[in-house]
């Protein structure tokens, strides 16, 4: 079982700033790297972020340049800065983590990391104009 627990959402100004978390906990060897999505009101989930573990980032278009990802693999916690925030970016954001699919895992331990529940709850970020 793995438990992706996000924090850090909430209220801000538009041009404001909010860093989310997602500590990860179980069976954290299951997971290699991890994404960010958001979801906002009507519309379908979108990937914001990812994060390796070795620590190459990618981005939306729509968040490069004011959104930051980062990973602290000791503590199992992914970040994820938001800056210059725009009233577009309200949404629910969810942390994923992906499972792991190397074949040096073996087949036993990669049929139980790929048949988890790898996503967090998400936490809402609402931006006010």
């Known amino acids: 079982q793995v438990l992706l627990a996000e924090s850090g959402g909430g209220l801000v100004q538009a041009g404001g700033t909010l860093r989310l978390s997602c500590a990860a906990s179980?069976?954290?060897?299951?997971?290699?790297?991890f994404a960010w999505f958001r979801q906002a009101p009507g519309k379908e989930r979108e990937l914001v972020a990812n994060?390796?573990?070795?620590?190459?980032?990618y981005y939306a278009d729509s968040v490069k340049g004011r959104f930051t990802i980062s990973r602290d693999n000791a503590a199992n916690t992914v970040y994820l800065e938001l800056s210059s925030l725009e009233p577009e970016d309200t949404a629910v954001y969810y942390c994923?983590?992906?499972?792991?699919?190397?074949?040096?895992?073996?087949?036993?331990?990669?049929?139980?990391?790929?048949?988890?529940?790898?996503w967090g709850q998400g936490t809402p970020v609402t931006v006010s104009s």
């Open positions: 994923y983590g992906h499972p792991h699919k190397g074949a040096d895992y073996g087949p036993v331990l990669l049929e139980h990391c790929n048949s988890l529940d790898t």
């Open positions: 179980g069976d954290t060897l299951c997971l290699s790297s």
């Open positions: 994060i390796t573990r070795g620590g190459a980032a």
